[in-house]
Structures are given as structure tokens and as C-alpha cells.
């Protein structure tokens, strides 16, 4: 089995730090005396966004990848999916070099899409692992 990580500090910055500033803007927008259209539309938007963060696992901070299946895990929760229900891989690249978007079919909306960042453990390892089982 391969475990894939994020360090404490790249997991900080790139994913919880996002949590926690969208966190502010609520605070802001729902302190603010005036709830405007723009008060409004955040106050309900962000929740949104956080919540299905912490529902579809987009950003994993650990994937771990063996010969029965694959898991990704953030938040303390984890989503699992065994080779052998998984009838399509696919990893997306993008011209940002930094980041692959791999998805896996069949699978609910909130499940089978994850963003990989390169800063997590064994990037290149574990995109071409990845690749690998597209191809086949």
C-alpha cells in the first residue's frame, strides 16, 4: 500500500487556510449592520461552499492507493472505492503544472471527484499510478 500526504504546513496553507478565510467573510458578512443583497447571497453561500467541502472530500489530505482499491481521506472522514466497482479512472491534467483532477466512475455527485496538489508525498508516484489504471 501507498500513503500519499500532505505535510502539516502545505495542508495549513492550501486547503484548512481557505476553510478558515471563508469562515471570516461569514463572520463579516453576518456582522455587518446592514444585510444587504451582497450580506444575503454570502451569508448563504458560504455555508454552501463549506459544507460540500467537508461532503465530497475534493481536497484529500491523504490518498492511500494499494491493489483492492483506493481511499481518500480529509476531515476525518474517508471515501473508499475498490478497483473492482470502478469502471473508469480518469486524471485530468491542466497547463497549471501544479495540480491533476482525477475522477472516478461510477459514482454519486459527491463522490469520485478529488483535486491532487504536487506538494502532497510521492506526486509523480502516485498520478502515474493513477494513469495506470486508466489505461487499462
Not at 476525518?76 to 497549471?96: C, D, K, N, P, Y
Not at 455527485?109 to 495506470?132: C, Q, T
Request: aromatic letters at 10%; glycine letters at 8%.
Amino acid at each position: 500500500m501507498s500513503r500519499h500526504r500532505y505535510t502539516g504546513a502545505r495542508w495549513l496553507t492550501a486547503i484548512a487556510l481557505r476553510d478558515v478565510v471563508l469562515l471570516a467573510a461569514l463572520g463579516l458578512a453576518l456582522g455587518s449592520r446592514t444585510h444587504g443583497t451582497l450580506g444575503l447571497l454570502l451569508g448563504v453561500a458560504i455555508p454552501v461552499v463549506l459544507a460540500w467541502g467537508l461532503l465530497t472530500l475534493h481536497y484529500p489530505s491523504t490518498v492511500e492507493l494499494d491493489d483492492e482499491g483506493i481511499t481518500f481521506r480529509a476531515y476525518g472522514r474517508a471515501h473508499t472505492f475498490a478497483w473492482r466497482s470502478i469502471e473508469r479512472v480518469r486524471v485530468r491534467r491542466f497547463l497549471v503544472k501544479d495540480r491533476v483532477l482525477v475522477l472516478l466512475s461510477p459514482s454519486p455527485p459527491w463522490r469520485g471527484r478529488y483535486w491532487l496538489l504536487d506538494s502532497i508525498d510521492g506526486f509523480d508516484e502516485l498520478v502515474r499510478a493513477l494513469e495506470a489504471r486508466a489505461a487499462r
